[in-house]
T-cell receptor, first 112, second 113 residues
Framework: GNSVTQMEGPVTLSEEAFLTINCTYT??????LFWYVQYPGEGLQLLLK?????DKGSNKGFEATYRKETTSFHLEKGSVQVSDSAVYFC???????????FGSGTRLLVRP | DTAVSQTPKYLVTQMGNDKSIKCEQNLGHDTMYWYKQDSKKFLKIMFSYNNKELIINETVPNRFSPKSPDKAHLNLHINSLELGDSAVYFC????????????FGSGTRLTVV
């Protein structure tokens, strides 16, 4: 079945450092891929998405490129801020599927 | 206006009790969901309704029963609560399948003592 694997956290960075959170997936067909962010005590917010191979999703300085050849959707940001501290979830939705399958989440802690 | 709202935000109750969590969305979406997030932050889908019809029903104890009186509301009723039911329950909605993504509520933290 479809699945998502994320790198384990926590990831601890200093402010202005470069961020990469790895995400790989297993799916049949052509899934859509998403990154969600969960700030402490809040629900999940859609950060970015990509619906076909080679698409790049971007928002608030975060980017991720849908790589079908490596079945990956790694999240990157060039310069993180303390306010980016949160849990980040990679997710996929299969062909014509209502179900969103989440990775296990990666906690990011950014220190001043 | 809150897009997806859940009540209550916190719920502390004793084992064996019956409780309900309510969810409403004002986005005009056709599909609503319940997810459970455990203490390790792992998210697992429980149920989904599309236009009041149940379309996803994962392996969940039958003590959990969703109800959708209309497409803007999806409630979750839990009978005979157990310690293992303690978690954060998230409601979400989407316009359709696959590439739309979800809008989530802020969650209900259920603690069973």
């Amino acid at each position: 079945g479809n699945s998502v694997t994320q790198m384990e956290g926590p990831v601890t960075l200093s402010e202005e450092a470069f961020l990469t959170i790895n995400c790989t997936y297993t799916a049949t067909g052509y899934p859509s891929l998403f990154w969600y962010v969960q700030y402490p005590g809040e629900g999940l917010q859609l950060l970015l998405k990509a619906t076909k191979a080679d698409d790049k999703g971007s928002n608030k300085g975060f980017e991720a490129t849908y790589r079908k050849e490596t079945t990956s959707f790694h999240l990157e940001k060039g310069s993180v801020q303390v306010s980016d501290s949160a849990v980040y979830f990679c997710a996929l939705s299969g062909d014509s599927s209502y179900k969103l399958i989440f990775g296990s989440g990666t906690r990011l802690l950014v220190r001043p | 206006d809150t897009a997806v709202s859940q009540t209550p935000k916190y719920l502390v109750t004793q084992m064996g009790n019956d409780k309900s969590i309510k969810c409403e969305q004002n986005l005009g979406h056709d599909t609503m969901y319940w997810y459970k997030q455990d203490s390790k932050k792992f998210l697992k889908i429980m149920f989904s309704y599309n236009n009041k019809e149940l379309i996803i029903n994962e392996t969940v104890p039958n003590r959990f029963s969703p109800k959708s009186p209309d497409k803007a509301h999806l409630n979750l009723h839990i009978n005979s609560l157990e310690l293992g039911d303690s978690a954060v329950y998230f409601c979400a909605s989407s316009q359709g399948p696959n590439n739309y993504g979800y809008t989530f509520g802020s969650g209900t933290r259920l603690t069973v003592v």
